[in-house]
């Protein structure tokens, strides 16, 4: 890419994210591909959720609202935080984003000084690179590995940390991992963060998706909420992904550069998709039971095929999110061979792990936003291929 205007830092960057872009368009010249690529669900919004939003809309919530968020979405987060985790959180700690990606984005901008280094939970998802790299942070990969049950290890982490460590970036639920972090590694996280004064993000985007015990922010744990920025989202949770509506809980004092910030990147986010996220909390007991269970029902089934064919197994029983992450390495094959091998001879659609950090390498991510009998016929198609033999 060659133009003048743009500043030197982006035409030189490389998006490591980008092999993602060359399958899918291999995928849409296949018209018998199954595509298990995008963590987009297969649901729609709650149909009462889109109601109460389209509703609100026609009652004249369509101009910018307050660029902290609409003071009743804060209210109600601050409610559901009190009624799900016994969490106080203050109304100047919560500000109203758009998603997860502008929460993440907003936030680099707000911390990095130009070489800050970012240690990541990793595998991690891509998109990290792009909001710390493009803020002029680095980002260090803290790899976590299989047998130690993808948590994070203390000491693994406490050796990368240098007098440029700004944040500890993790994410549990796990994309692309599906696993959880438990309270203990949490626990350690924290008591490092306090040893070296550091920042914990904790993207909290598939709270709803914790299969196995019932999901604990990190901020809840003592001492942590001063030092912890929360990243919620509408996306995944609330089957909300096109809403583009989220929000972060941040440590009072640094409320007003996230709001200035987030105010030059969209003055506030979009006022519908706001109201929906009210309606949506409100009825959280209502819209989100059937969803979990069926994304539960797919992850256990398609868990249990990838167990039952040769050279590939993954975690079981599945803990969270909605994605696989499938050990491919006794094939002997890379993951992006793998991936190349059964997008040609079995037309399904799978991510290399190594697009997830470079301890994903030796994986494959499968997102289970296809209904069953799809991820039937993607593991009947990919059992029968010559490296699974
Ligand atoms: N964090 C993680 C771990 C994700 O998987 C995603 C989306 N797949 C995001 C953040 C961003 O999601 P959104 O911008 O839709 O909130």
Known sequence: MKNKFIAERHLNYVNKGAAMAKSDVVAASM??????????????????????AFADAGNGCTGYTNFQGDPELRAEIAKMYKEEYDMDVKDGQILITPSGCGSLYMIMAMICEPGDE??????????????IELNGGK??????????????????LEALITDRTKAILINSPSNPTGNCLSVETMKEIAAIAVKHDLLVIADDIYTAYSYQDKFVPFASLPGMMERTITINSASKDYIMCG???GNVILPEDMMEVALRINQGMIFCAPSVSQRALIHA?????EVQPAVVEEFKKRLTYGAERV????????????KGTFYLWINIKDTGMTSNEVSEYILEHAHVLL???????????????????????????????????????
């Open 307 to 318: 167990n039952a064919i040769k050279n590939m197994h993954t975690v079981f029983p599945p």
């Open 118 to 131: 970012i240690i990541v939970q990793a595998p991690y998802f891509s998109s990290y690179c792009l909001q």
């Open 281 to 285: 909390i409100r009825m959280r007991h």
């Open 243 to 245: 809403w583009r509506v």
């Open 351 to 389: 991510l290399p792990g190594n697009n997830f950090g470079d301890c994903g390498e030796g994986f494959l991510r499968a997102s289970l936003t296809v209904p069953v009998e799809k991820i039937k016929e993607a593991f009947d198609r990919i059992e029968k291929l010559d490296i699974f033999k």
């Open 31 to 52: 018209s018998d591909c199954i595509n298990l690529s995008i963590g987009n669900p297969d649901f729609d919004t709650d149909q009462r959720v889109i109601d109460a």
């Open 139 to 156: 980002i260090v990969e803290l790899p976590t590995y299989e047998e130690d049950d993808f948590q994070v290890k203390p000491e693994r």
